[in-house]
Each structure stands twice: as structure tokens, then as C-alpha cells.
């Protein structure tokens, strides 16, 4: 089972998950071809290299992908999560998934 987790993940976090999955909920800042620049929850940059044919219709997203650096994530999956997010909330979430007290839920 552990190896189908993805962890929720921010800007800061990335590095720590190099070559693995992982989920970056996000707003795209930027688009071209077959790269996107997204704002993290917690305000980083990220490259995100998309899938042929991604179909990213609202400004907020959720993109499921591999770590390629620290910096870029490489995209499997994209969810959209339409006009208006709480980046707080999210990044909030993604803080308390990691926090060391709650690993056993996980």
C-alpha cells in the first residue's frame, strides 16, 4: 500500500521527493507548449512538464506527477479544481500531512 501514496506537497517540500509521485495542488501562473509555471501553496515557483494533451481548464490544479528536482515536477495526472482556492488552507494541509505527529495516519 505504501507505494501508492503520493504525498501533498509545496514548493519547499519538492526536494525531499526526487524521483518520486507526488501532488502539488496549484495556480497556474503560465503556460507554454509543454511546460507550466505554477504557484505552489506556499508562494514557490514550479516548473510542472506536461503530458501531451493536458487538459488544464481552471487556474487552480492538482497535478500528480514524478519530482524531477527541486524545482520541476514532471506531470502524469491533472485534476482541475476550478476559479477559487485557498492557497492558506492548502498549504496548511500539506504542513499537517508531514507534521511528524500524524505519520502513523498516513
Given amino acids: 500500500m505504501a507505494e501508492h501514496i503520493s504525498p501533498r506537497v509545496n514548493a519547499t517540500r519538492l526536494a525531499e521527493y526526487i524521483g518520486r509521485t507526488v501532488r502539488l495542488t496549484c495556480k497556474v501562473v503560465r503556460s507554454q507548449s509543454d511546460v507550466a509555471i505554477v504557484q505552489a501553496p506556499d508562494g514557490g515557483e514550479v516548473s510542472v512538464r506536461l503530458t501531451k494533451g493536458a487538459d488544464i481548464t481552471a487556474p487552480f490544479i492538482e497535478v500528480i506527477g514524478a519530482v524531477v528536482d527541486a524545482g520541476t515536477v514532471r506531470m502524469l495526472a491533472c485534476i482541475n479544481l476550478g476559479d477559487d482556492l485557498d492557497m ?3 498549504n496548511d494541509v500539506v504542513e499537517v500531512w508531514h ?4 505519520a502513523k495516519m498516513v
Fill in 88 to 90: 492558506d488552507l492548502v
Fill in 99 to 102: 507534521d511528524p505527529r500524524f
